[in-house]
């Protein structure tokens, strides 16, 4: 699968990257919501991995723009944040498919956490339309 990491800290977009590409996926980087929503465009990426702190556009701001787009409106969003869970329900609401607070990643205990919720999107069945 091919998934778009979107976060502003290099840091933490090389340690997704790593563990998303041990398992056999490939990576697209994007470092702020404008170069996201271009990528996503242009790439057509299976899952986006977004963080909501980002500088230029808001993450919240991509997440809105990206489900509102026939392009990538189809495409599953899990939201990265350190934001309290309080703020999932509206996340939901506003098109996010999974939330992961950043200190639930465990990036250097192989990012079971993360895979989980990334598998759980990714390997969903695809709806058959054959007759």
Do not use: C, W
Request: proline content about 5%.
């Amino acid at each position: 699968m091919n998934i778009l990491i979107v976060d502003d800290s290099r840091f933490l977009q090389l340690g997704i990257q790593k563990v998303l590409q041990q398992v056999g996926h490939s990576t697209i980087l994007a470092a702020d919501g404008e170069q996201a929503i271009k990528l996503a465009v242009d790439k057509r990426p299976d899952l986006i991995l977004l963080d909501i702190m980002l500088p230029g556009v808001p993450g919240t701001s991509v997440l809105k723009t990206l489900k509102h787009n026939a392009i990538t409106a189809a495409i599953p969003v899990v939201v990265l944040t350190g934001l309290t869970r309080l703020d999932e329900p509206k996340l939901r609401s506003e098109g996010a498919d999974g939330y992961m607070k950043k200190t639930d990643l465990d990036l250097h205990g192989g990012g079971q956490a993360l895979l989980r919720i990334v598998n759980s999107l990714v390997t969903k069945p695809s709806v058959s339309t054959a007759t």
